[in-house]
């Protein structure tokens, strides 16, 4: 086992603070070819998207081209980085050698974007790979062989990033509903990082009552003692639709949620999932985005724009 003792998470200390607001893109996606939406749309375009809704960071990842033009595209623009690292645990290897190939790939990154990129998160919903027998929210629920992978991999990618730039915030998440016992299992095994993150969509509910079994899901995140962040968020039953205006009025509500509540969960940013519609995907995941396939605004846009127009002093 790469983790220590168990230690007991305590509720975090929050104070009054603002909301840091961002989106989500796919700009590590090169083979997807010209027509994809995030290779068709150009980052300055991206960056000018973001900016034009109020919206000051960007969670995404590179390859290729992309990651020499990112960060100064960014920077340019006035728009902070979050990267994504979406390394996959190998299913083949044990822990060890997971925690070897996440190091030494998060280590160099970290080392060649220091000074441009600071704030990392470890891989995307790696409890959803682990995958699980219940609703996510105890530890004994979760598939023991593939979690201790995943365990190598995380924390592999938590200490190369610190150890490429040891001023680097490393985020783990959970894809939301009441998976937060994934992250207890890390953290009980004695993982690690500097901020938590989950990901909330209009069929989980509440974020304070989840569907899942009514649970304070805020609140538990906070109690890990860290700040938290929402990285993705958005309505995926009007995205399934289509239906703009259900999906703007959605994203208007839970953004007045979270400014709500933010002191009381540490909540210190928030991410709407995604900037551009992918509609070479199918269901939800087509029409995510708040602005086309080709840039173009939509309702959500407008929403989100007007949310954080009335929300300034």
């Given at each position: 086992m790469l983790g220590g003792c168990a230690l007991a998470p305590s509720l975090a200390q929050s104070s009054d603070q603002s909301i840091q607001w961002g989106a989500n893109g796919h700009n590590d996606r090169p083979d997807s070819g010209p027509n994809y939406a995030y290779n068709r749309v150009s980052l300055a375009e991206q960056m000018r998207l973001l900016t034009g809704a109020g919206l000051t960071w960007y969670r995404t990842g590179c390859s290729g081209s992309s990651c020499g033009a990112l960060p100064a595209t960014a920077k340019a623009?006035?728009?902070?980085?979050?990267?994504?690292?979406?390394?996959?645990?190998?299913?083949?290897?044990?822990?060890?050698?997971?925690?070897?190939?996440?190091?030494?790939?998060?280590a160099e990154i970290a080392r060649r974007y220091r000074g441009q990129i600071d704030y990392f998160e470890a891989s995307n919903e790696v409890d959803v790979w682990v995958g699980m027998n219940?609703?996510?929210?105890?530890?004994?629920?979760?598939?023991?062989?593939?979690?201790v992978r995943a365990r190598g991999l995380i924390k592999g990618l938590i200490d190369g990033i610190h150890a490429g730039n040891p001023s680097a915030k490393v985020l783990v998440d959970d894809a939301g509903w009441c998976h937060y016992g994934f992250l207890r299992m890390l953290w009980n095994d004695g993982i690690r990082w500097d901020i938590t993150a989950f990901h909330w969509y209009a069929k989980q509910g509440s974020f304070e009552q989840a569907g899942c079994?009514?649970?304070?899901?805020?609140e538990i995140h906070a109690s890990f003692g860290l700040p938290v962040w929402i990285t993705e968020f958005n309505s995926d039953i009007g995205a399934k639709a289509n239906d703009q205006p259900a999906s703007a009025a959605w994203v208007s509500a839970v953004m007045a949620q979270i400014r709500d509540v933010a002191p009381k969960y540490s909540i210190?940013?928030?991410?709407?999932?995604?900037?551009?519609?992918?509609?070479?995907?199918?269901?939800?995941?087509r029409y995510f985005g708040i602005a086309d396939e080709n840039g173009q605004p939509k309702a959500t846009y407008r929403a989100i724009g007007a949310a954080l127009t009335q929300a300034q002093p």
């Open positions: 623009h006035g728009v902070k980085l979050l990267w994504g690292l979406e390394r996959w645990p190998d299913a083949h290897a044990d822990e060890h050698a997971n925690y070897r190939g996440a190091f030494d790939y998060a219940g609703d996510g929210s105890d530890p004994s629920q979760y598939d023991r062989e593939r979690y079994n009514k649970a304070n899901v805020a210190q940013a928030a991410f709407v999932y995604e900037l551009l519609d992918e509609p070479n995907l199918t269901g939800a995941e």
